[in-house]
T-cell receptor, first 114, second 113 residues
Framework: DGGITQSPKYLFRKEGQNVTLSCEQN?????MYWYRQDPGQGLRLIYY???????QKGDIAEGYSVSREKKESFPLTVTSAQKNPTAFYLC?????????????FGEGSRLTVL | AQSVSQHNHHVILSEAASLELGCNYS??????LFWYVQYPGQHLQLLLK??????LVKGIKGFEAEFIKSKFSFNLRKPSVQWSDTAEYFC???????????FGQGTELSVKP
């Protein structure tokens, strides 16, 4: 079954700890994205990558880091520098070459910082 | 700055009522337009999209949206909603083909049986 797998689904961490959220896709998509979803604010783009070993900051990149060493994988690290990390994080992918723009989403990871 | 605005944060309707959710975006040249839906407990999925051609596009489950270029709007409509339409709806805009999607704030739709 093709799709996007995010893990863990729920994560609790203490303040000051870095956490890494996993995102894997087997759709052979070129581009991958990380969004943050907060109530009343919709989805805000954190980072995106259109090709392996390259990524760009989105609108709210501060306090986050990513890597794209493999086409299938785009992990997101929420660092201790992120001031308000408790949120719902969504990973998505798309086909860049056809420029359809349609995103395919994972089920999300809910991070709670205690 | 590129932005997308959804005017209604929470809409409550009875079954069989008509629905219209507003979406406006800031000018930015050529755009591709999308509506995504997130049903309770499910992941976001595409409802419909507009790239070019007929400004009235039809999506899944009886939804449609109209692109009005002069108003920078892409409103979502459904003539008769069902309880199963209860979900959160997001408008999204892709500025400059191949770029990132900018999402609106989302509209939560509650349909009373």
């Amino acid at each position: 079954d093709g799709g996007i797998t995010q893990s863990p689904k729920y994560l609790f961490r203490k303040e000051g700890q870095n956490v890494t959220l996993s995102c894997e896709q087997n759709l052979n998509h070129d581009a991958m994205y990380w969004y943050r979803q907060d109530p009343g604010q919709g989805l805000r783009l954190i980072y995106y990558s259109q090709i392996v070993n390259d990524f760009q900051k989105g609108d709210i990149a501060e306090g986050y880091s990513v890597s794209r060493e493999k086409k299938e994988s785009f992990p997101l690290t929420v660092t201790s520098a992120q001031k308000n990390p408790t949120a719902f994080y969504l990973c998505a992918s798309s086909i860049v070459s056809t420029s359809t723009g349609e995103l395919f989403f994972g089920e999300g990871s809910r991070l709670t910082v205690l | 700055a590129q932005s997308v605005s959804q005017h209604n944060h929470h809409v409550i309707l009875s079954e069989a009522a008509s629905l219209e959710l507003g979406c406006n975006y800031s000018y930015g040249g050529t755009v591709n337009l999308f509506w995504y839906v997130q049903y309770p407990g499910q992941h976001l999925q595409l409802l419909l999209k507009y790239f070019s051609g007929d400004p009235l596009v039809k999506g899944i489950k009886g939804f449609e949206a109209e692109f009005i270029k002069s108003k920078f709007s892409f409103n979502l409509r459904k003539p008769s909603v069902q309880w199963s339409d209860t979900a959160e709806y997001f408008c999204a805009v892709e500025y400059n083909q191949g770029g990132k999607l900018i999402f609106g704030q989302g509209t939560e739709l509650s349909v009373k049986p």
